[in-house]
């Protein structure tokens, strides 16, 4: 019987005695409890605690000392050579030969006594709460698509309000910079504005290096998109997900719920069109612990956004391949024909999704 059941039922005994049967040997027949119960409850509303006895280990009294002396000393060891509690009791049977302790014995002993000392900490998680308008998170998931009959792996983009749940859903076919952050600005237009922040992992396309803390070097190309768009930005630590658990959540949610069994598409923009779709879709969902819908308040949350920039940035990496004999120009690692004349420099836009091909201020190939 939990605690809550336990103080209603001395409450019923105690009514009972005073305003009714008014025996003790009345009440615990009534009730079919013991009449000692019945006497504990007329002696206090609140339920004694129980005291059970220590129990006596003689076989681990034999070796306690020994543990304890082991993770005193692992307290000054590196974290990775310290001892496991089965390596101590190994230590046991080849050093204590006479003593026939159970390993599950030594096991709770050895996790009891690391919580004492300091040698195992637990970690606290607060739920968070979170301004209308004032942060996303951001990260890329993989998934599996079928394009005519090919399995394909695709890289996911996925931004998601904190406050509204809402988030939009991308796919690219690499994870590159452009795509990055051409992904960014339709998640603007798709949520009506911009978040005062955004919080990343370690991604390539935004971090050049990692430095000492919450620091980082960052990509040049990002700060100047940040800069255009007016968001602050902040990167979680190296292998600590939960430090961005809404994101995480969101691409495993939307990846079991839309994306399984794999999707069958004609090509990419078939592929997003359907995962806009099932963004618009998820908004009518009711997020444990709320009233409203996602969609009704990220409707409640655009006015709470930063206004979009008037332009978009400039997003087309620039290349100035040469045109060779074959008529076809070198862009990353792939030729592309070209009609102009052999010898002909010219430039490369390279955009997420398709390459163009600019000479004399006009686009000629794509």
């Known amino acids: 019987m939990d605690w809550k059941a336990k103080v209603e039922l001395f409450e019923q ?12 040997a009345g009440v615990a027949a009534k009730f079919g409890v013991h009449r000692r119960m ?3 409850a007329l002696a206090g509303a609140v ?50 030969p006479g003593v026939s302790v159970a390993e599950s014995t030594v096991r709770n002993h050895v996790r009891e006594r690391k919580h004492q000392i300091g040698l195992i900490r637990r970690e606290t998680f607060v739920p968070q709460s979170y301004e209308l308008g004032h942060e996303a998170q951001v990260d890329w998931y993989e998934a599996w698509v079928d394009f005519e009959g090919e399995r394909t792996k695709v890289q996911v983009f996925a931004m998601r309000s904190m406050a509204s749940g809402a988030a939009f859903h991308r796919a690219y076919l690499s994870a590159t ?49 940040r800069s255009h ?13 939960h430090e961005k658990g809404g994101i ?13 069994p794999v999707p069958v598409m004609a090509d990419l923009d078939a592929l997003n069109a359907s995962l806009l779709a099932d963004c618009l879709a998820d908004e009518a969902r009711v997020l444990a612990g709320r009233i409203d819908t996602v969609g009704t308040t ?23 391949p040469l045109v060779d004999k074959h008529g076809c120009v070198l862009v990353k690692t792939n030729f ?23 000479y004399a201020g006009k686009q000629i190939a794509r």
């Open 13 to 24: 005994l105690r009514r009972e005695h005073e305003f009714g049967i008014g025996t003790v």
């Open 38 to 40: 019945v006497r504990q």
């Open 47 to 96: 339920p004694p605690v129980h005291q059970y006895p220590a129990r006596v280990k003689p076989k681990l009294d034999a070796v306690v000392a020994f543990i304890d002396s082991v993770l005193e000393a692992d307290q000054r060891a590196p974290r990775k050579q310290r001892h496991t509690a089965r390596r101590i009791y190994r230590r046991i049977l080849t050093e204590f």
């Open 177 to 225: 910079q452009q795509a990055f952050l051409e992904a960014h600005e339709m998640a603007f237009a798709y949520f009506g504005g911009v978040f005062r922040l955004l919080r990343y992992d370690n991604l390539a396309s935004a971090v050049r290096k990692i430095l000492r803390g919450h620091r980082r070097e960052e990509t040049v190309r990002f700060v100047a998109f």
């Open 229 to 241: 768009w007016r968001f602050s930005a902040e990167f979680c630590n190296p292998a600590q997900g």
């Open 248 to 260: 995480e959540g969101e691409g495993g949610y939307f990846r079991r719920n839309h994306l399984v």
């Open 298 to 320: 990220m409707n409640m949350e655009r006015d709470h956004l930063l206004p979009c920039a008037t332009e978009g940035f400039d997003i087309a990496e620039i290349a100035f």
């Open 336 to 358: 592309y024909s070209v009609p102009v004349k052999v010898g002909t420099r010219v430039e490369a836009r390279i955009r997420p999704l398709h390459v163009e091909i600019w």
